[in-house]
């Protein structure tokens, strides 16, 4: 069993920043491929980023590329979310996922975050 925390979401303008972090706990994070979805109001989950277990291969959503970067410390049992230049449409309720493989994470992940909130004002 694998539990994850999500923590950095908040309030910003559009063009600002934002970092997510998700905590792992339980069986060995660095096994694990990790990834990030989003949730808008209104809408069905997307995919947003995924990274391999070694850390050496990443996945985007093309309506991120280029400005949000998926990374991982497996010291720190932690995958993170940079999330830069961001639009109003940014918004939603962010969730860290993680899976056996990176294919796995993208196509159904076997385990759930809570989810944190990402606010992008106008």
């Known amino acids: 069993q694998v539990q994850l925390v999500e923590s950095g979401g908040g309030l910003v303008q559009a063009g600002g920043s934002l970092r997510l972090s998700c905590a792992a706990s339980?069986?060995?994070?660095?096994?694990?491929?990790m990834g990030w979805f989003r949730q808008a109001p209104g809408k069905e989950r997307e995919f947003v980023a995924a990274?391999?277990?070694?850390?050496?291969?990443?996945n985007y959503a093309d309506s991120v590329k280029g400005r949000f970067t998926i990374s991982r410390g497996n010291a720190k049992n932690t995958v993170y979310l940079q999330m830069n230049i961001l639009k109003p449409e940014d918004t939603a309720v962010y969730y860290c996922?993680?899976?056996?493989?990176?294919?796995?994470?993208?196509?159904?992940?076997?385990?759930w975050g809570q989810g944190t909130q990402v606010t992008v004002s106008s």
């Open positions: 339980g069986r060995a994070f660095s096994n694990y491929a």
């Open positions: 990274i391999s277990a070694s850390g050496g291969y990443t």
């Open positions: 996922a993680a899976g056996t493989y990176i294919r796995t994470v993208v196509a159904g992940p076997d385990y």
